[in-house]
């Protein structure tokens, strides 16, 4: 089954097919699609998983909070039938 991602980059709607087998996750297939460097993220990402010890709340909140201050919102997954 494909998939696709709908969200929000600086206020327009975008959106783009994703798989599971070239992206770490939906934000970073977002991230590549919009060109921005996730480097640092990757990093501080690194550095939050080794302190919550694998809480995925905190992890959860980490990355949204990181990504809004990116420019995106309303990251959605869309099932194609």
Known sequence: MAFRIRYQYRKQPKEIGYAND???????AVARAE?????EFHRMESQVANVSRNDRKT???FR????RKLGFSDVTIIREE
Do not use: A
């Open 22 to 28: 070239k992206h770490h996750s939906v934000y970073d």
């Open 35 to 39: 060109g921005v460097d996730l480097t």
């Open 59 to 61: 992890m959860k909140d």
């Open 64 to 67: 949204e909070e990181y990504f």
